[in-house]
């Protein structure tokens, strides 16, 4: 039973991919699959140790991920965008990398970013990188603040905001701080819906490793 749920699960990955690029044979889907498969047989315990001072470590640095069939579904539910060769992705807080690495193998974007605060997580996901051959654009990790990021190329932006959704509703400077160079039109991906901006919204679900489904596709306006 376990084998054969494995294997519709594995179909299910086939499936999005299909829907968005037809043109892959047998032997880039089954690439594609097997670079999947150790991307997430690197645990999610792994993200769990940081350098980061005990108040932050407990609060907006508490970590999560989203599963791989998440990742799958956004790329699903946004694949014209994912499929443009010029698109432009980032991940804020990218962890230990398996967003990025996941989003570079199964998208056609021109560049893909995570932006990564903590030390251990950064090395780790610099190490996750340089494990994996992309067909096209590698990954870039970088170690720092992703607040004080240039955000002006960026046509998806992906930002778990659990556990920032409290400080940012109390504090509307921080989210004019965050989308301070974003472009009008660019794609938001959020698991809570951001306070302050605007912009035609849609639900998603997405499913994470601390079970909240819940997810929001914003395509950004402005801030009001």
């Known amino acids: 039973m ?5 294997q519709l699960m594995r179909g299910l990955v086939v499936y999005y991919n299909m829907n968005n690029y037809t043109s892959w044979g047998l032997t880039e889907q089954r690439e594609y699959q097997n670079d999947l498969d150790y ?7 792994d993200g769990y140790d940081n350098n980061l001072d005990e108040k932050v470590s407990k609060t907006t640095g508490v970590y999560g991920e989203l599963t791989e069939h ?26 230990t990398g398996k967003v990025v690495a996941h989003i570079a193998l199964g998208s056609q974007l021109s560049k893909v970013c995570g932006i ?19 067909p096209r654009a590698i990954p870039n ?3 720092g603040d992703f607040f004080k990021h ?15 959704y409290d400080y940012l ?6 989210v004019m701080k965050l989308f301070k160079t974003v472009n009008k039109g660019t794609i938001i991906v959020s698991k809570h819906e951001i306070p302050y901006i605007n912009g035609r919204k849609t639900s998603i679900k997405l499913n994470t490793s601390y079970n909240w489904s819940g997810g929001c596709i914003t395509y950004y306006e402005n801030i009001s």
């Open 39 to 45: 991307i997430y047989s690197h645990h999610t315990k």
């Open 116 to 134: 990564e605060f903590d030390t251990l997580r950064y090395d780790k996901s610099i190490k996750l990188i340089n494990s994996i051959k992309f």
């Open 70 to 95: 998440a990742v799958e579904h956004i790329m699903h539910e946004l694949r014209d965008e994912f499929q443009n060769n010029r698109g432009v992705f980032y991940d804020l807080g990218s962890g």
């Open 141 to 143: 990790i970088i170690h």
């Open 169 to 174: 509703l109390k504090d509307k400077k921080l």
């Open 150 to 164: 240039n955000y002006s190329d960026a046509s998806i932006i992906y930002f778990d905001n659990i556990m920032w």
């Open 2 to 6: 376990v084998g054969t749920l494995r």
